[in-house]
């Protein structure tokens, strides 16, 4: 089973999986489509404000936020799930997301957090859905001294799709075991 989906005029049929015995969700991934990546950077370049740096979290929206700061010269950074060895006095949120089965942690370092002080930040991701790895991201860029002037997604999915605060190219509905968009 497969939904199509038109992501600002691009198509693509995204297959349909399992989350739980009655929830199935589209399974967006955009590693290894560079024309998904290019269009979407694009897209959503055209719809934010002005901003200084992009701040996304690991992994899924690692090519939207570098292909965003290719586009636009703007410098981005990635909060990581597990501290480095090269990363000092990290600041760390955790999150649980509906795609992944434990609780992650968002970090960033220091020098991480130094960059993006006092910037207006664009956080960015592939899918927003609970928003839970949003609000991560979120509480990292407040607590290093950002401030958030946007945040971006490719797609909203669920009731994420409603929510004012987010800037998006399209919805992403919830479907059934069955295939048929839940009502």
Not at 1 to 14: Q, S, V
Not at 36 to 46: P, R, W
Request: glycine share 6%.
């Amino acid at each position: 089973m497969t939904y199509e989906i038109d992501i600002a005029g691009l198509k693509r049929d995204l297959p349909l999986c399992p989350v739980t015995d009655d929830l199935y969700i589209g399974a967006f991934v955009m590693f290894g489509d560079v024309e998904l990546t290019q269009h979407a950077a694009a897209e959503l370049l055209k719809r934010a404000p002005e901003f200084d740096y992009i701040v996304a979290p690991e992994a899924k929206a690692i090519p939207l936020a570098y292909e965003m700061s290719r586009q636009s010269s703007v410098p981005y950074l990635i909060a990581r799930k597990k501290a480095k060895a090269y990363m000092t006095g990290v600041f760390e949120v955790r999150v649980k997301s509906i795609t992944t089965a434990d609780v992650q942690t968002l970090i960033i370092d220091t020098a991480d957090a130094e960059k993006i002080r006092g910037k207006r930040i664009a956080v960015v991701d592939d899918v927003i859905s609970t928003g839970e790895s949003l609000r991560a991201t979120e509480e990292l860029v407040r607590q290093a001294g950002g401030n958030i002037v946007c945040k971006m997604a490719v797609l909203a999915e669920g009731d994420a799709a409603e929510r004012p605060d987010l800037i998006v190219l399209a919805p992403l509905p919830l479907f059934n075991p069955d295939g048929t968009i839940k009502g």
